[in-house]
């Protein structure tokens, strides 16, 4: 049955099976390559660009404690490492949700306002 498809399929985009075939499976070679585990480091700058924020901002919030550093090397002045799950944590507790509107604010069903 999949090679009636196949040979359909070819025939129907003027290409010969065997190429289909070998393209299909190279596509199939890309799509199930490993991608690299993503580090639980972030540098300042790759911090502030996921914050999408300035890197003196990641400075800020660095200092008051608000997200995790660590130093990489104390001879190299700068050299911070900032903690993903610890920005992560951070960027979620910022998000603002909008307010439910409050039904007394709200217009009435014949178009004015309620009273207060």
Excluded: H
């Excluded at 299909?24 to 700058?45: A, I, T």
């Excluded at 790759?46 to 300035?54: I, L, T």
């Excluded at 200092?63 to 090397?73: D, F, P, T, Y």
């Excluded at 039904?103 to 004015?112: I, T």
Aim: glycine share 4%; aromatic share 6%.
């Amino acid at each position: 049955m999949e090679n009636t498809v196949i040979e359909l399929i070819a025939r129907t985009i003027d290409v010969p099976p065997k190429e289909l075939v070998e393209w299909l499976e190279s596509r199939q070679k890309v799509e199930l390559q490993e991608k690299p585990p993503l580090s639980p480091w972030l540098s300042r700058k790759a911090a502030a660009e996921y914050a999408s924020v300035s890197t003196d901002t990641i400075d800020n919030w660095c200092a008051s404690g608000l997200i995790e550093k660590s130093k990489l090397n104390d001879s190299r002045p700068g050299a911070v490492l900032i903690s993903r799950a610890s920005l992560e944590k951070f960027l979620r507790s910022r998000v603002v949700r909008k307010k439910r509107i409050r039904r007394d604010y709200a217009p009435s069903v014949r178009g004015g306002y309620r009273a207060k």
